[in-house]
């Protein structure tokens, strides 16, 4: 029986563990993603030498 108990309690901690990230994803900002980049463009002061490098990386990766 104390067996049974276990096995049950893991079974709702897994449940509730799957729940809780799909609540999470679901009312995660994904509109926010962009903070590094967004950062790297307006508050890092690059070069123009930086910034060109910058864009060939970006379209390479885009």
Same mark, same amino acid.
């Given at each position: 029986?104390?067996?049974? /108990?276990?096995? *049950?309690?893991? *079974? *709702?901690?897994?449940?509730?563990?799957? *729940?809780?990230?799909?609540?999470?994803? $679901?009312?995660?900002? /994904?509109?926010?993603?962009?903070?590094?980049?967004?950062?790297? /463009?307006?508050?890092?002061?690059?070069? &123009?030498?930086?910034?060109? $490098?910058?864009?060939?990386?970006? &379209? $390479?990766?885009?």
């Amino acid at each position: 029986m104390k067996t049974t /108990h276990i096995v *049950l309690a893991a *079974l *709702l901690a897994a449940l509730a563990g799957c *729940l809780g990230a799909i609540a999470a994803d $679901r009312w995660a900002n /994904h509109e926010a993603g962009s903070g590094l980049h967004d950062f790297v /463009h307006d508050e890092l002061t690059l070069t &123009a030498d930086q910034e060109q $490098r910058l864009d060939a990386l970006e &379209a $390479r990766f885009a």
